[in-house]
T-cell receptor, first 115, second 114 residues
Framework: NAGVMQNPRHLVRRRGQEARLRCSPVKGHSHVYWYRQLPEEGLKFMVYLQKENIIDESGMPKERFSAEFPKEGPSILRIQQVVRGDSAAYFC?????????????FGSGTQLSVL | GESVGLHLPTLSVQEGDNSIINCAYSNSASDYFIWYKQESGKGPQFIIDIRSNMDKRQGQRVTVLLNKTVKHLSLQIAATQPGDSAVYFCAERGVKAAGNKLTFGGGTRVLVKP
């Protein structure tokens, strides 16, 4: 978990609002992965980004969800017009070079609650 | 599609005993497997990993066993302690997966009784 910072830790939104989740990777890491976790379930892959590029978004819902990792600043997972089914814990992980020998470091997550 | 699953959703173990957590995977093309520990309100924490060219790897109090013939992975925790109470996930990476994209299993909750 060293160094991956996610904020906010808890986010409450009403249906129809927008949710923005931020992830600052370990310093020097340029690869970020977003996962979603429903209660009592495992983590589900959403998207894999490298600086300014989306590498794999096969786990992202086709509508309302988007992610970015700009050259400067944190990675952002954006959920538009949230619905109750979006309530979950969202975790971010990072790696330095994206090579297959690297371990992933996870943040503590953002718990999104949609009222 | 690809999936990683667990046999036992909850495991109760007496403090000091050994714990064994099992995991089945379906993707025969996976080349890397990891066990994570997740405590309440926290992110997954790396425990131990193993590559597909190995069948056993040991760490501090933990051992991972890989049986590729039956696509089975297990985590053994020796002398289980109260601090081991958590949910444990296995995860796998397919050879064609981008970067370090991982597929997680459903998790096993370990409860350590004093």
């Amino acid at each position: 978990n060293a160094g991956v910072m996610q904020n906010p830790r808890h986010l409450v939104r009403r249906r129809g609002q927008e949710a923005r989740l931020r992830c600052s990777p370990v310093k020097g890491h340029s690869h970020v992965y977003w996962y979603r976790q429903l209660p009592e379930e495992g983590l589900k892959f959403m998207v894999y980004l490298q600086k300014e590029n989306i590498i794999d978004e096969s786990g992202m819902p086709k509508e309302r969800f988007s992610a970015e990792f700009p050259k400067e600043g944190p990675s952002i997972l954006r959920i538009q017009q949230v619905v109750r089914g979006d309530s979950a814990a969202y975790f971010c992980a990072s790696s330095q070079q994206g090579t297959r020998d690297e371990k992933l470091f996870f943040g503590s997550g953002t718990q999104l609650s949609v009222l | 599609g690809e999936s990683v699953g667990l046999h036992l959703p909850t495991l109760s173990v007496q403090e000091g005993d050994n714990s064994i957590i099992n995991c089945a995977y379906s993707n025969s093309a996976s080349d890397y497997f990891i066990w994570y520990k997740q405590e309440s309100g926290k992110g997954p924490q790396f425990i131990i990993d193993i590559r597909s060219n190995m069948d056993k790897r040991q760490g501090q109090r933990v051992t991972v066993l890989l049986n590729k013939t039956v696509k089975h992975l297990s985590l053994q925790i020796a002398a289980t302690q109260p601090g081991d109470s958590a949910v444990y996930f296995c995860a796998e990476r397919g050879v064609k997966a981008a970067g370090n994209k991982l597929t997680f299993g459903g998790g096993t909750r370990v409860l350590v009784k004093p």
